[in-house]
């Protein structure tokens, strides 16, 4: 009877330390979701400058469509 109820204390001592290791596992997981979402929204954000940028530098009209000075 001894052994029994020492093998269900291990047991439960290690399923005690399942449940932490699980809670941090949890915890570091969530953090890192969130992480990531803020740097995704801060990538698309330096995208949208960038072809902000990018359009008000660009010339407006086709070079190879422009008729040549001299017409």
């Known amino acids: 009877m001894k052994n029994e109820i020492e093998r269900i204390t291990h047991l439960e001592i290690q399923l ?3 449940q932490r ?3 941090v596992l949890n915890d570091v997981v969530t953090e890192q979701a969130l992480l990531l979402d803020r740097v995704n929204k801060r990538i698309a954000k330096w995208e949208q400058t960038v072809d ?3 359009h008000a530098t660009e010339p407006t009209a086709d070079p190879l469509n422009e008729k040549p000075p001299h017409y």
């Open 16 to 18: 005690a330390h399942l």
């Open 21 to 23: 290791q699980y809670d």
């Open 52 to 54: 902000r940028i990018k």
